[in-house]
């Protein structure tokens, strides 16, 4: 049976509290939100932290909700929870697309938005389709809050700009009522993590010309999970199948897949290269389906 190491526990009552509690434990602490990536590897010993600090009470942190033009989404919101939201599924449908294919609804009743972005795994789900819709993450600590666009939050796999006394507190999007968007995934198996994944949102202006785009993706060793030469190619031209296809030629060409029991570099790449295009299409169909 594998068991953790020994720790001590801390059950924070509020975000200040947990601040607190990170800043007296020092960089050994980590903080505890639903579990199911940090409990296992403390079980196979590839995280030892001397000390957990529990954030399972922080239900300040679980809303969702709009504020002015943003969708805000605390950290602390649960896989189910972003997955039952209506006014995150009518802003940013992206994001119940890619709750749908996130684990089994165990894993969703229990992990948390603000654990999963936090872990960067490389085939992390999420961080795809956050970057894909530019949003930003508010991080807190002794000093106050400082906001880091996701482009930038991640810094290597398994790496964040999260610092050892600050918390995540909440992601927020901009809303743009000119916009759609889409993820779309391929696994072995139903709840599995991603071969690859990708999402994408677009903005569409007069004659469906692209304003703005985002596309995300995961699995497939893409730099901050954005494939941006991609994003870059298609700003200022129409909404088409044809640049879509060479959207996801450019985005197979620029991310950096590895091979590993998912698949081989060549089928990751040529996935990236189709699910671009796959979710640059549902993105630009839920665009124009607003627009009328
Ligand atoms: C069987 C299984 C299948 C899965 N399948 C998928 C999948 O298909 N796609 C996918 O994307 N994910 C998948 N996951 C991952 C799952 O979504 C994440 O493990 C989980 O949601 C992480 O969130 P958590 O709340 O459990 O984080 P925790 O395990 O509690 O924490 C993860 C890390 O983030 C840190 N942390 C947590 N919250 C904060 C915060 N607010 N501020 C600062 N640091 C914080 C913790 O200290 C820890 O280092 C799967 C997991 C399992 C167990």
Redesign the pocket.
């Known amino acids: 049976m594998q068991v953790p190491a020994q720790f001590e526990y801390e059950r924070a009552s509020s975000v200040e509290h947990a601040i607190a509690l990170l800043a007296r434990h020092g960089p050994e602490a ?12 403390m079980k196979l010993r590839l ?1 030892e ?1 001397e000390t ?2 529990d ?1 399972n009470d922080l239900s300040e ?1 679980a809303e969702i909700e709009v504020q002015g033009d943003e969708l805000c989404i605390g ?2 919101a ?2 189910a929870d972003l997955l039952a939201s209506e006014v995150a599924g009518s802003h940013y449908p992206i994001l119940h697309d ?1 709750e749908h ?4 609804p ?3 009743n ?12 490389p ?5 795809a389709a956050f970057a894909a819709i530019q949003a930003t993450a508010v ?1 807190q600590g002794a000093d106050g809050t400082r906001t880091v666009s996701m482009r930038e939050f991640f810094t290597g796999p ?1 790496d ?1 700009v ?1 610092g050892p006394a ?4 909440q992601l927020r999007v901009p809303i743009h009522p000119d916009g759609g968007s889409a993820y779309v ?1 391929v ?1 072995r198996r139903v ?4 071969v690859a994944a990708v999402g994408a949102a677009l903005r569409l202006g007069r004659r469906n010309k692209i304003t703005d785009a985002g596309i995300g993706m ?1 699995a497939v060793g893409a730099a901050h999970f954005v494939a941006a030469e991609a994003e870059a190619y298609l700003r200022g031209k129409p909404a088409t199948e044809e640049h879509f296809a060479k959207a996801g030629e450019i985005a197979a060409a620029h991310c950096n897949p590895s091979a590993d029991q998912r698949g081989p570099v060549d089928y990751k790449r040529h996935l990236a290269g189709e699910l671009t295009r796959r979710a640059l299409r549902g993105a630009a169909e839920r665009a124009m389906a607003r627009a009328v």
Do not use: F, N
């Open positions: 980590r903080v505890l939100a639903g579990g199911h990536s940090l409990i296992p590897m995280a932290p957990l600090i954030i942190l950290a602390m649960r896989h890619a294919v996130i684990a089994d165990v894993v969703r229990r992990g948390t938005v603000g654990g999963s972005v936090c872990q960067a795994d085939s992390e789900d999420l961080s991080i398994y964040t999260v600050e918390l995540l507190v995934k696994e709840g599995d993590w991603p995961t």
